[in-house]
């Protein structure tokens, strides 16, 4: 397994009253797309809102290239590498697409300076993002919108991405399409961390995975190992479904 | 990136469709129906071009007060009542800073006059900016996200801001007069029109032009639209949300100053507490045209302009609460006002 690009270490957060994460303890090896499974409500979308600071550790180190981030604004950590796709997918509506990809291009005041090649390759990856550059992005379908959300994490290099859910409500050829797109993102050596309710959907693409349970990791390894191993699937994922049941 | 994705794109990035973003064209059409409908009421043409150009400045002015506050709730969700200090405070530099310079403004020289005008104007964006500076960082940024907070202590920072500009500037009302070559009418045949009224419509419609260039031509401008619908996900792609709050909290607060000036040449006084009366009318004008919607300001403050005077001339009782009505009217035909922002 390569060195972990980010590390959580006895990371707690808590939510109000409420205590969500009780000790996480991951590792993302760089270079490659981690799977972070779970039932509902064990902590995965939390645990990415901590990584990029939308929530507070309250305890706990969070070391992304070897640096700790868990105090850092949110802002910082993207300039350091970091995009995030949040599970509701944060799209702009009232902004067309090229506005909403305009806004994720730090870097570009204008459409003219994105890029071009890597919007090129976007297009070809999300054709409908062509289709509808200038359309207001509230009228797109719900694939269409996850593509929108995953192209704006993509239009800059980075070299870690996490996102929640994208498989969440879209009919199988956008899966298929999102998985197409996952393996091209994999091929520019930038790391992922997913979070995925959907086992078949994390089996095609993960290379690493972690199990939460409880607001912690119940296990991590080779997503190989678990998606051959049909005990292992039914004690992390099934016992732990049944036991909230 | 690999080579096959590049080939795959079906055409260069550059040839792109053609834009598909409707306009919303019936709010555009009430105010020239407004306009339609009272000229038979009227029944003279002098009469009506004469309340027309009236209400339209009365819009424009009540806009450039609205414009700020209208960005400070879109994008920050603040609900302050505060703009009245900032509108009372620019018109009392436009006092200081118009008496300091009766050369300029008594003299018989369209330039000087404007250019007279033209520094009460800065100063008075310049300290009412700073001022809405002091009072985001003291008041406005420990209550983000509270909003009966944000009520309480801006009403609160409200009271204290005037009783601060009664201190420097007494408790009595104080004469803001109009400069020499700006005093009076044009008169063409029947038609009389005050020229400040003019000068009025042209710094608004200057306002709303500048606000919608930078809202729709810049990255700033796309930033703070952003925020508008989702602040969260705006500092999620990378920027300080914060530091654009507090940049629109002064911007916003520069507007009501420059709205302060303009709102005490038009009444021609000022007082303390004209803020805090003008405040009910930016209200109902934010709210008409949908909370954080700039376009929806604009169309609303022609339209209370309009109606106002057109209801002040053909009946006077009704004129008192016919800005009501008109909202009531809006909001039961479009309960987010005018132009809703969908995604708040």
Redesign the interface.
Known sequence: MNEPLLQLDGVHTHIGAYHILHGVDLKVPRGQLTMLLGRNGAGKSTTLRTIMGLWRASRGHIIFDDHDIAAKPTADLVRSGIAYVPENMGIFGDLTVRENMLLAARQARSVDEIDAKRLEWIFGLFPAMKKFWQHPAGKLSGGQKQMLAVSRAMIEPRKLILIDEPSKGLAPAIIANMIAAFRELKQTDTTILLVEQNFNFARQLGDTVAVMDNGRIVHSGLMAALAEDQDLQTRLLGLSLAAHQ | ??AR??????????A??????RIDWLPLLLAPLLMLIAYPLIGSSSTWITLTVAGLAMGMIIFIIASGLTLIFGLMDVFTFANGIFIALGAFVAVSVLGALPQWTGADSLGLNLAALGVAVLAAMLAAGLAGLVFERLLIRRVYGQHLKQILITMGGMVVGEELIKMVWGTQQMELPLPATLSGSLVWGDVAIEKYRLLALLVGLSVFVCVIVVLNRT?VG??I??G???R??????????QRLFIGVFAVGSALAGLGGVMWGLYQQNVTPQMGAQVNVLIFMVIIMGGLGSTSGSFLGAILIGLVANYTGFLMPKVALFSNILLMVAILLWRPQGLYS???R
């Open positions: 990136m690999s994705v590049s080939t795959n794109a079906p055409e260069p990035a550059q792109m469709i053609s834009a598909k973003r990255k796309l930033l639209r952003a508008v619908q989702d969260e996900m705006v500092e999620s792609l990378g920027y300080r949300i922002i969908s995604s």
